[in-house]
């Protein structure tokens, strides 16, 4: 990423209701500018897919954050939802239906990425590929 040292950005979802992802996708292209257009489109990609899913299992995303690292170094996406109880359920394998490809889609892009438990909140993160 292309900052001086480690910054963090953070983006608050409203309650309930379906997320803004044209708001989200906006505000995480403004925080990427100056970064090359495959990393900014594949980190609009994961954090559309990683918060869609927090939306459709977890009860919505409560936040999302960009971590940037520093010059020649790569970022993170971390979304937070308030459903820690709820495991990730990712083989690897394509399903058959129309839906559901959102972790494998993060599993192509992401160099390396898991979850976190902290109290009420899990949080999904995904490394971004970066140089």
């Avoid at 990393?39 to 954090?47: C, G």
């Avoid at 990683?50 to 459709?56: E, I, K, Q, R, S």
């Avoid at 971390?78 to 490809?101: S, Y």
């Amino acid at each position: 990423m292309s900052h001086s040292r480690r910054t963090r950005h953070e983006y608050s979802f409203a309650p309930g209701g379906e997320p803004d992802l044209a708001a989200m996708r906006t505000w995480l292209r403004a925080v990427l500018d100056g970064e090359t257009s495959d990393d900014v489109e594949d980190a609009l990609l994961m954090a559309t897919e990683l918060v869609t899913n927090a939306f459709d299992h977890a009860h919505g995303a409560r936040t999302l954050r960009v971590c940037c690292r520093g010059p020649g170094s790569a970022g993170r996406l971390e979304i937070d939802d308030a459903r820690p109880e709820l495991e990730l359920h990712f083989d690897g394998e394509a399903p058959k239906g129309m839906r559901g490809r959102g972790l494998l889609l993060v599993d192509a892009i992401s160099p390396r990425w898991g979850v976190t438990r902290t109290g009420t909140l899990k949080t999904v993160w995904a490394d971004l590929a970066g140089p």
